[in-house]
């Protein structure tokens, strides 16, 4: 009652028209981005043109949001903005960088452990709870003729008589072998327990002892001659199978501890606040509200949203969709990396000159690539003599040309990086509007209904009366006869 009695009394001193204008402002524009409109009706007439495209607000917000994204790229450029300075660079490619920051300490801390020594992998050897197999495979394409079954069954039985005459096992499996998967390896497999395999691979390999070797094999892949190497062929990959089973139970156990040392907690409203940034990206993007805390620091609402920005674009969605639990978890993982990269940021850890130099290579071939699939990378947007106003002109109208083509499937786009997209948007200024966005929707939709009723208004084609008009058609006059080839008649 009392929200009633307030927009009631609002009415009242702004009056029906104001109060109208009110709740209906900008729905004839649906997005700005530094300067340029994009209209509610301009929005609706890509969606239509779109193939496939469905009419739903989703759709509209996806589309009002990757033109600001391709815009402020434009003016960008337009004002001669450089974007491949190391500052842009750290900026929109933390992803990568962060990720090889914490490669990197994860190297370092692995480097310090105790080295597994070679009697660990001798005893999971003599236990057999998991075993080091390798194989020749004879390919067999599925439903083959007898003919081809047989060919390839005798290639492997020719291979099996040299395995079995004393020829080096491995070298057999790189010269003849049909897996890609294993064959440059020697044919091994990593170590893997039992029923890790096709039935008839895994019963015959786990049937032979140390050093034996199989007879030929048929599974639906093609004909196998398998091996088992003895002990001391098998050490060193048991040995790096223990080393990466070790690091992922360092990892769990080092990330377990950064959390409790930190004393990392999850707010009990940070579900319910994730979801809410999640349904309107642009508007928390900038949030402090804290959903994750810890000592030292913590993790707020836009940080989050930087987290997610760098996932693919289907995860936005489903982590939406997702329970209270699984979003918790997930502002947990995203804490404890966090404090991840906070102890590599203490213990040094950097790119090296190549690797950096790698990145701000990577990035600017991606750029290049953008501009390339825009058209915006000629003299129109790097001649200082041509007014500011006069190349974001031009930029607009690139925009224009590009999501039409792209669109009506004329241009293949290449997308910006998912990070830039919102460096972008930090540093110029841009808005999409819910107003103009169900404008554009409702007259999309009111399009898409009158085409439909266009088509059922037209009848359906009914044969024309008489002979068909085409000569040699049925019905129609006979066909005049070819004329007679000089020479020789083809056979």
Excluded at 219 to 227: A, D, E, K, Q, V
Aim: proline fraction near 8%.
């Amino acid at each position: 009652m009392r929200r009633l009695s307030l927009i009631l009394g609002l009415a009242a001193l702004t009056g029906c028209n104001s109060m109208r204008a009110l709740f209906t402002a900008h729905a004839n524009v649906a997005a700005e981005a530094q300067g340029q409109q994009l209209t509610s009706k301009r929005l609706a007439d890509l969606m239509t043109t779109a193939k496939g495209m469905k009419m739903t607000p989703e759709a509209a917000n996806y589309v009002a949001n990757l033109w600001v994204d391709y815009t402020l790229f434009a003016q960008a450029v337009a004002r001669g903005d450089k974007l491949t300075d190391s500052a842009t660079v750290a900026e929109a490619m933390w992803p990568e960088i962060s990720e090889l920051k914490g490669t990197h300490w994860h190297d370092s801390l692995m480097a310090r452990r105790t080295k597994i020594p070679d009697a660990a992998a001798d005893s999971v050897y003599a236990k057999d709870s998991l075993r080091v197999l390798q194989h020749i495979l004879i390919r067999v394409p599925p439903n083959s003729e007898p003919a081809v079954k047989a060919a390839a069954r005798k290639r492997a039985e020719a291979a099996l008589a040299k395995a079995r005459g004393g020829a080096d096992f491995a070298a057999l499996a790189r010269q003849l072998s049909e897996d890609p998967g294993s064959k440059e390896n020697g044919g091994l497999y990593p170590p893997a327990p039992r029923g890790k395999y096709v039935t008839a691979f895994d019963s015959a390999g786990w049937s032979l002892p140390p050093g034996g070797i199989s007879g030929v094999v048929e599974t639906p892949f093609g004909y196998h001659i398998i091996r088992r190497p003895p002990s001391a062929e098998a050490r060193a990959h048991l040995l790096d199978y223990l080393t990466q089973q070790a690091g992922l139970t360092l990892d769990s156990l080092y990330m377990d501890s950064l959390a409790a040392s930190h004393h990392l907690k999850v707010d009990g409203g940070a579900p319910r606040a994730m979801r809410a940034a999640l349904s309107d990206p642009q508007g928390s993007a900038k949030s402090t509200r804290t959903i994750v805390s810890f000592e030292g620091g913590g993790l707020t609402v836009g940080r989050f949203m930087r987290w997610v920005g760098a996932l693919p674009p289907q995860y936005g969605p489903q982590l939406q969709q997702s329970n209270d639990t699984m979003l918790t978890q997930f502002a947990r993982i995203i804490g404890q990396n966090v404090l991840l990269l906070n102890q590599a940021d203490s213990a040094g850890i950097r790119l090296s000159p190549i690797e950096w130099q790698s990145m701000e290579s990577q990035f600017a071939q991606q750029l290049d690539s953008v501009r390339g699939s825009m058209n915006i990378a000629g003299p129109d947007f790097t001649d200082a003599s041509i007014a500011p106003a006069q190349r974001a002109r031009v930029a607009g109208l690139k925009v224009d040309e590009f999501f039409d083509g792209m669109v009506s499937g004329r241009i293949r786009p290449h997308q910006l990086p998912s990070q830039l997209r919102q460096v972008l948007r930090d540093r110029m200024t841009s808005k999409v509007y819910p107003a103009g966005l169900r404008r554009a929707l409702e007259q999309a939709t009111e399009e898409v209904a009158r085409r439909d009723s266009l088509k059922a208004k037209i009848p359906p084609l009914t044969p024309a009366p008489g002979p068909a008009p085409v000569p040699g058609a049925t019905g129609g006059a006979p066909a005049p006869p070819a004329p007679a080839s000089k020479g020789k008649a083809p056979r």
